[in-house]
């Protein structure tokens, strides 16, 4: 085992993050953690871990499961996509694989939303394969070790990576290897700011920290700036019913259920007045095209909601309706999603994005 492994492994043993994931780490709960945290938070994977294991302990539950229980378990954490896949694989592994999660990176490749780094991830911590996954954290750890001064978003610096930590990798603890560039990377080569080096087991033989150049690696080219929409939202309700909408099941929050609303713009910037004279607008159209007659209606406030491409600047509505027999039959959300009457006491039942939360009863 090269030296510089040997003193990672022995800083992972001391300093190690207690992760729920990693005290059993069996191909299913990695599976799982590695899929959640895939553009979320570790605090934050935490408490959904512990639900969706508690409700679906393993493979062949996850498989069984109908879609609005796993969309449930999931509501919060965003990118709903990945369930799905995750879900969508959970069947082909009860299907094709006899229940049992294939063992390799290679085989697990080919299941549903496991790329590249999930598989080595999920290869090399539950079944010991010697694979690096390589992630935006062990780039940087590399840029920085070995001051890598092109772009990290092209696939060479990824190769580059790949070969390096290939050559450092312990046959007997992959797994572990892996796990501790990850937590490396997350809590001492920090991505924004200053990299807390003094902490580091490999300060000493780091080519950025020896050069004092730690915050110029990793080079990342600046993204595209996001598209911003501007929407306006009708929370409409009659006595204890109210109304939803649900997303087609493509693109953006696919399949969730949504309260109407209607794209004012994108792409201009809309001054306040002119956002809520479009409002308006928006909200006469909504009632001429439904047949709804509101008894009340009152301004909800502004919300503001990212996601990774697009942004959703949001004003909103509250509608107390006289009826929603109108839209019982047929009527299409200003988006053309397809509308449905549910009541209060059922919302649960209902996954609603959290770019709702502000309009949320
Ligand atoms: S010495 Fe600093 S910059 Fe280099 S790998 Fe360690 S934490 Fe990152």
Known sequence: MKNDTKRLLEWYDAERRILP????????????????????????????????????????????????????????????????????????????????????????????????YTAAAIASIAFGEPVSSVDGNLLRVYARRELYRESIKEPVAKKLAYDYYMERMPEDRPGDYNQALMDLGATVCLPNGEPECFRCPWADLCEAHKQGVETEVPVVPTKKARRVEYRTVFRVHCGEDLLLARRPDTGLLAGLYEFP??????????????????????????????????????????????????????????????????????????????????????LDRYSIPNAFDAYKY
């Open 261 to 346: 609303n209607a794209l004012l713009t994108e792409n201009s910037k809309l001054s306040k007045k002119e956002q809520t004279e479009r409002s308006a607008a928006a909200l006469e159209t909504f009632l001429k095209t439904s047949g709804l007659t509101p008894l009340s209606t009152f301004p909800l406030p502004t919300a503001k909601h990212i996601f990774s491409h697009v942004e959703w600047r949001m004003t909103g509505f509250d509608l107390e309706v006289e009826s929603l027999n109108p839209v019982r039959e047929q009527a299409l959300s200003p988006e053309g999603h397809e509308l449905l009457v549910t009541s209060l006491s059922d």
């Open 21 to 116: 994931w990693r005290e059993d780490p069996t191909p299913y709960h990695v599976w799982v953690s590695e899929i959640m945290l895939q553009q979320t938070r570790v605090e934050a994977v935490k408490e959904y871990y512990a639900r969706f294991l508690e409700k679906l302990p393993d493979v062949a539950a996850l498989a069984a499961a109908e879609e609005d229980t796993y969309l449930k378990l999931w509501e919060g954490l965003g990118y709903y996509s990945r369930v799905r896949n995750l879900h969508k694989a959970a069947v082909t592994v009860m299907e094709e694989y006899g229940g049992v999660i294939p063992g390799t990176a290679k085989e697990l490749r080919k299941l549903s939303g496991i790329g590249e």
